[in-house]
């Protein structure tokens, strides 16, 4: 039986992402909840925005904390 996983962060919250050294290089810093996507395995996704930024990142919950 699978559980839905429930997001930990709602759309227009303020969160700090840390770039995964993995995937592409990203800036780390404060990012703005815009969309929550759905889960990828056992992770919640985001799409976050800086404000200093022309374009939206796709986050995983593990790479977010309260900012």
Not at 20 to 48: F, H, K, W
């Amino acid at each position: 039986m699978e559980r839905a996983l429930k997001h930990k962060y709602s759309v227009g919250e303020t969160v700090y992402f840390t770039a995964s050294n993995v995937a592409r290089p990203a800036a780390s810093g404060t990012y703005e909840v815009i969309r929550l996507l759905p889960t990828d395995g056992d992770d919640c996704q985001y799409r976050i925005k800086n404000s200093t930024e022309a374009f939206e990142r796709v986050a995983k919950e593990s790479q977010l904390a309260v900012s």
